[in-house]
């Protein structure tokens, strides 16, 4: 049997060799991470994470070399993912961002074809090939080592391993929760700590405790009765599209030009997001919570922060005699909103088991088939109701659909540069979301209670090229609120955050006031 130090090199050299191989792959990343200015806690932290998963690997396959391999593949994986993020979100991948991946499998749409399904296959052939490879010709080192020896290997990377994850996180380095200075400064595995790191530092308890009463909604003066309906659309994708390009036809949104022109508030929505993520403006928008406020928690605040029960505009209206409902025509697991939106007071939520395929408009459930969800729910109501609408038709990726025959005729009027062929199907979706604000208002105001309508793009839609080739980089959606016939129309053309939208709403009902709620820092982060 092969002494102690012997099988050492059998297991350092294929260790070192990946380390060296890790931050040459680090270096791929777009932007690129600096090695030069980069802290020696950094480092200690890479390696610490490194060491342990290599133990881990180590321990599960008894192959040296496949371990290290497995380390390699699995960061390159992620430095792909988070290139390809990063070209279409323009931000890179987050420690939250490992979710998706489990997401990935339940709905593969949604993401694979922004990676790119030609590079996935790739890559998945060339890691089957690489296991078979190293599992066939590299030999187990258990038995040469034994039973003793092979645990005495495991145990060192793991303690050298932990010691250096504990020497990196003595001192803690300020974060300045900008995904790209952080990663320019930690590298991807070392923010990867650090963010973990924050996400203990502040509990998602302690933050909800601190974020109570933000809303006040005063229905006192007001019967029951006499409380009007309120109906918040969050349109997925939706911006005034004519900033892109003016050539634009102006039928395609028709509707909400009307509506502007009648509106209590209307203008441009400051959004926390760019192409995707959602649930920022989301989360902001029903709790009239800033993203700044809730530290380290504001890239996903449903993955643990809402869980808590953070008091929402619905679950004080709920207070005060409404019903409350969610209508979203997809999956009620995604984003875990099946488990989130009943801690932020909703009574129901509607999701795409209430729809059929036939409601389709591309490939997912159209925007008219809701208009029509919220219709019934107005019509059938019974006390005053607050909807809140998550919209899925315009969702991306749009460059697997096809331009239809007249869709240029009808959506422009000039032609469109060369290349905007996802531009064209992104105003054939956005068209029909007009048609549903229309739809929906015309609803409210068929209810003899009436009320008032909140509309507003969650972030603007994932058109890379185009964006590319007009030089656009103005990342704010559009937003209106309209209330009954009737009401006086305020100077009201200026922008607003997400946060403050939901108050706008209720005080343009004359429902509500508002305390401000105090950004919660962890004590590790720059003030």
């Known amino acids: 049997m092969a002494t102690l130090f012997e099988i050492g090199g059998v297991v350092l050299a294929p260790l070192f060799v990946g380390i ?35 133990a881990l690997g180590l321990a599960v396959w008894q192959r040296p070399i496949f371990a290290s391999g497995l380390n390699v593949a699995g960061l390159l994986l992620i430095v792909l993912v988070s290139n390809a993020k990063f070209a279409s979100l323009r931000e890179p991948f987050l420690l939250s961002d490992f979710r998706f991946f489990k997401a990935l499998l339940r709905h593969p749409r949604l993401y694979l074809p922004f990676f790119g399904v030609a590079p996935a296959i790739g890559c998945a052939v060339i890691f089957v ?47 300045t929760l900008d995904p790209v200075s952080d990663l320019q400064t930690f590298g991807l595995l070392g923010s990867f700590v650090r963010y973990w790191q924050e996400e203990r530092a502040i ?38 599209a004519r900033r892109v390009f003016k050539g634009v036809h102006s ?9 502007r022109k009648v509106s209590s508030r209307a203008g441009c929505l400051n959004v926390p997001a760019w192409g995707a993520n959602t649930v920022r403006t989301e989360f902001a928008f029903l709790s009239g919570i800033a993203p700044n406020a809730l530290g380290v928690h504001r890239f996903n605040p449903y993955r643990r922060l ?9 679950s004080e209206l709920k207070k005060h005699g409404y019903r409350t409902v969610c209508v979203h025509p997809f999956s009620a697991e995604f984003y875990d909103r099946d488990k989130v939106f009943p801690a932020l007071g909703f009574d129901e939520f509607i999701d795409i088991s209430a729809f059929s395929a036939e409601e389709n408009s591309g490939p997912y459930i159209g925007d008219l088939a809701v208009a029509e969800k919220v219709r019934t729910l107005l019509r059938d109501a019974t006390k005053p109701l607050f909807i809140f609408v998550i919209t899925m038709e315009n969702h991306g990726p749009l460059h697997l659909e096809r331009v239809a025959k007249g869709d240029e005729d009808r959506l422009y009027a000039s032609a469109p540069p060369a290349g905007y062929e996802e531009f064209t199907i992104y105003l054939r979706h956005l068209q029909h979301t007009d048609v549903m604000l229309g739809e929906i208002h015309a609803a409210i105001n068929a209810t003899a209670r009436g009320g008032w309508l909140c509309a507003y793009g969650d ?11 007009s030089g656009f ?3 704010r959606t559009d937003y209106v609120i309209v209330g009954p016939a009737g009401t006086p129309i305020e100077a009201h053309e200026y922008d607003v955050a997400p946060e403050n939208l939901a108050l706008d709403l209720l005080r343009s009902a004359g429902l509500a006031e508002r305390v401000i709620a105090k950004p919660v820092v962890a004590a590790t982060s720059p003030s």
């Open 129 to 175: 090939f690489f296991c078979v490879l190293a599992l066939r010709s590299e030999p187990s080192i258990w038995s040469r080592l034994g039973i003793i020896g092979f645990v005495w290997w495991c145990l060192i990377t793991v303690v050298a391993g932990a010691a250096l994850l504990w020497i990196g996180s003595r001192r803690l380095v300020p974060i």
């Open 459 to 469: 972030h603007v839609p994932i058109l890379s090229g185009v964006y590319g080739a």
């Open 203 to 240: 509990s998602p308890k302690a933050v909800a405790e601190k974020l109570q009463g933000v809303f006040s909604v005063q229905a006192k003066p007001r019967l029951p009765q006499d409380l009007p309906h309120l109906v918040a659309v969050q349109c997925e994708s939706f911006f005034d």
């Open 306 to 314: 809402a869980r808590q029960g953070v008091p929402t505009i619905a």
């Open 251 to 259: 039928g395609v949104l028709k509707h909400f030009d009307a509506l």
């Open 20 to 54: 060296l191989i890790s931050f040459c792959v680090e270096q791929l990343l777009r932007p690129r991470p600096l090695l030069q200015n980069r802290r020696l806690q950094a480092f200690a932290m890479h390696l610490g994470l490194w060491l342990l998963f290599f």
């Open 473 to 475: 980089a103005d990342g």
